[in-house]
Every structure is written in structure tokens, then in C-alpha cells.
């Protein structure tokens, strides 16, 4: 019974958002009060611990507003300065082909994005840019969720196993286990990393043909998936550019490196073969005229094509990205930056008495980054003050909007992971959910694992607490079972990071950058496809790695 209670909020958004097809804003509050009403009517969480909670949440909810606000005013500011228009020359130049573009924009750019920031961040620059491009808003923001899948479980230089798997194991238990076999704990960390690089690496490599099946599917004017195979070749370069260095950064180097540095010589061998035409499809492929586009393609920006602004060179055009993606690797990797960054802290301890706390670090979050490069972007690109004026005033007005959506699914996030601490005696909802679904699976949990990971991310919004939440309780199935723990424990990380496809809080800020608020259910439905193929490829690959004897069995 507690298993099936605790999938009611999961239920709930899926329900409300997907099928039905209300907007975020609708379904949140809903979904924030069935499981607020669930946690202390069930679970016996107490309403203090509850409102603790919800403040929590809003101050996680402060932290995405503002990288959305700064993703916002990046593309405004480009919109206002020109260069907009000299950027899509640029890519027309490369290729105008439009599933190649998206190739070289969402999978590789969104790559390095990935690697260099994590936190949903790729979403926030891939989808407006290939907007300004002039993807639709829905094709855009579509094309930057599918690739959150590959690059995740190394995004923001490792994080989701440096820290998620790191934290989600450290356990005595597990710490006895490698005592035993004289294996220190960081090696069986990065061990675990191996094993996720390695199924990332094969299931990655079809994501780039997922883009341009899913553009011409949706997208086009014929709704022809032979239009997208057509790239297949292509496609499957892009996958093995990025996928290829992925796996053999993950082995030689560590957790830090596969998405950062995979993302940029991927980038560059895709570049230079579309340049080329290099194995590119014979005939570009692009969208219908702007008038046959459907409605609900188009958010609430209207990028238009002007004149180009005389002066305005490639590199100007570019600096905004070229200054995100240096800020983005200096302020995660450089020690005095990041000291810097991370010096100013806005905490809120022990809420309400209930030892519930958090923490914000606005100068280290990607938003300031995003901000940062504007306001050097104004003196590089000449920008008038009144430019500057309008861009800021329109990424306010939007951010507003996104406000009130996220500013109860995260809330809803908090209750359902804090209603651990309880007078029923009762695991957290997403313990007992997960305990309730290894029950039923018994000695085939291999081909669940994966999916554990991904209602993690689901729910938390992030691969990272996934792996904090679940990386134990695989372990334990694991050991249970009688299979190798750290294939398991990998299942979990590449769930999760599949799970981020459809990630409610990275939906609805995706959609804001773009704006296309209210449409976050048909968003979520383009990327159930992509997400399918991510957790069964994971499963076939997890039973295979066991039978063959791969991973480490304690």
C-alpha cells in the first residue's frame, strides 16, 4: 500500500501535466497538496516540518529563476545588438541544413555546456540560441532536453558522481565491503563513473539521431521520420565525436572531464565535417514557411530577421558564448575563482526548528555567469544603454511568469524527499517507492534499476540527489541479489540522467526561456520517446554487463 501511496504525486503531474495537458501552472499546486496532505495524513510528517519544507524549496525555486533570468537577458541583449542575425549567418555558412544545426547546437554545444555547469544550464542557452537560429520555440526547447541525457552524469565537472554517488554511498557497510578486498573508496567512485561512461558511451551515440528523427517527425512539413534517417550518417558521427573521447576520458582522467572536454573536440570534428559536407545528407533540410507553422510552435518571442549591424564580426557575435563557456570553466575549475564565487553564502539554518536548511550561492550559480557576459557583451558589442534597458526589462517580465510554476513543483520536491522524518516509522515516499518496486521485480531488478534513477530526477529535479537519494538502496538490491554492485549503481546514475528529459523544473524553466509557458505537458510528451529508448537500451546493456561478468561484485 505505502509504495502505491507514495507514487500518488508522481502520478498526479503526470497525469495533470502530460495527459490531460494542463499547464504547470495549474498542476503544481494540485500536486503540491496532494503530497503535502499525503506526507502528514500517512506518513505523519508534522506541518511544521512541512511548511519547512515548502521555504526550502522556494529558496531552490530563487536559484532557478535567476539562471533563467540571466539566460533570458543573454538572449534579449543578442536579440537587441544584432547579433543575432550575424549568428545565423555564420551557421548557414556551416551547414543550413537545420538537423545538422541542431547537432552542433544541442548535442555538442549543449555538451560542453553540460560538463562546464550542470544545474539545467545546457537548456537555458542551447534552446534560445537555436531559437534565434529560427527553430521554432517548441522544436528548440524539444531539441535542448532530449540531449540531457549523455553529458549528465558528468555535468557540472562530475558532479553527479563526484558528489552524488560519493555522498549516496558513504555508508559503513559499503566501506567494510572495500575494506575487505583492499579497494580505497574514491577508486570504487570512479570505478562506478567508468561503468556509467561505458553505457552512456553506447547508448549516447543513436541521441543525435533521436534530434533529427524527432525535428522532422514534429517539425516538418512532411511528418516524415524518412526525412530524419536521412541524416543518419551524420548523426551517427556526432554521436561517436562526442562518445568516443567520452568513454576514454571517463577511464584515463575521471568524472571531471567526459561532458566538458568530450563537448568541445566533439564540436570541433562535427564543425569541420559539416563544413565539408562530410557525410552531411544531399539535400538540406528546413522548416515551413513561418505562416504554416502550428500555433502552439511559438512561444512569446518573436525573433525576426533584420540587417546585419554594420561592424558586428563573427567573434562579437559569439563573445556572449565564448565568455559563458570560459566563465562557466574558470569559476568551476580555477580554485581562487571558485573561492571567490562560492565566498558570499545565503543561508537559512534549522527553519522553523526543524534542522531542515538552505543554502544559496548567487554569485556561483550560472545565472551570474550568464549576467557577467552580458554586461561585457555591452561594451564589446556596443550596445546602447536602451538596448541594454529593454533586454533586462523583458527577462524580468518572463522570469515572473516561470515563477509561480516553479514556485510550487519545488516545494512539492521537498516534501515528498523530507517526508523521511516522520511518526509513522516510515521510509521517505521515494524509499518506500523504490523498495515497493525491487519487491516486485525480486532477482530482475537489473532492468528496473534504471528507471529508480530516473523518477529520482523526476521528482528531485536533479541526477545528483538521485544518486544521493538511491545510490545505497541499489547497492543493497545489488548485494541482495547476488550481482555486481557497481553495474547496478550505474544503472541508477544513467537513469537519472535520463530522467532529465522530462524533469518538471527543467521543463518549465526551458520553456521560459523560450517563452512558451503553459505548454510544458506537450513538451514532456516529444521527450517520452527519447527517454523509452535511454532506460530499455540501459536495462538490455545492464544484463549483458552482468552475464559477461563486467563491474565490481563486493
Known sequence: MYPLLALTPIVTVFVFLVVFRLPAKKTMPLALAVTSILAMAVWGVSGKLVVASIIQGLVVTASILWIIFGALLMLNALINSGAVNTIRRGFINISPDRRVQAMIVAWMFGAFIEGAAGFGTPAAVAAPLLMALGFPAMAAVTMALIIQSTPVSF???????????????????????????????????????????????????????????????????????????EAAPFAILAGLALCVPYVLLAYFLGPEFPSLVGGLIGLGIIVIAAKNNFLTPREPWDFAEKEQWEPEWSGTYSVEVGQERPGMTMFKAWIPYVLVGLFLVLSRTVPVFKFILTAWTIRLENILGTGISAAVQPLYLPGFIFVLAVLCTFFIQKMRPGELGRATVTAARTSVKAAFALGFAIPMVRVFINSGVNTSGLESMPMELAAGVADLAGNTWTGFAAVIGALGAFIAGSNTISNMMFALFQYGVATRIGVSQSVIVALQAVGGAAGNMITVHNVVAAAAVVG???????????????????????????????????????
Open 155 to 229: 555535468g557540472g565537472a562530475g558532479t553527479p558522481i563526484l558528489l552524488g554517488v560519493h555522498t549516496g554511498l558513504d555508508n559503513p557497510v559499503v566501506k567494510e565491503a572495500l575494506a575487505s578486498v583492499g579497494m580505497p573508496y574514491m577508486d570504487y567512485v570512479k570505478a562506478i563513473g567508468w561503468n556509467v561512461a561505458i553505457m552512456h558511451g553506447i547508448i549516447g551515440v543513436l541521441i543525435p539521431l533521436f534530434l533529427s528523427v524527432t525535428l522532422t517527425r514534429f517539425f516538418g512539413k512532411e511528418k516524415s521520420i524518412a526525412k530524419g534517417l
Open 516 to 554: 512558451l509557458m503553459d505548454r510544458e505537458g506537450e513538451i514532456i510528451r516529444k521527450t517520452l520517446i527519447p527517454l523509452a529508448y535511454y532506460l530499455i537500451m540501459a536495462a538490455a546493456l545492464g544484463f549483458i554487463l552482468i552475464a559477461i561478468g563486467f563491474g565490481i561484485k563486493l
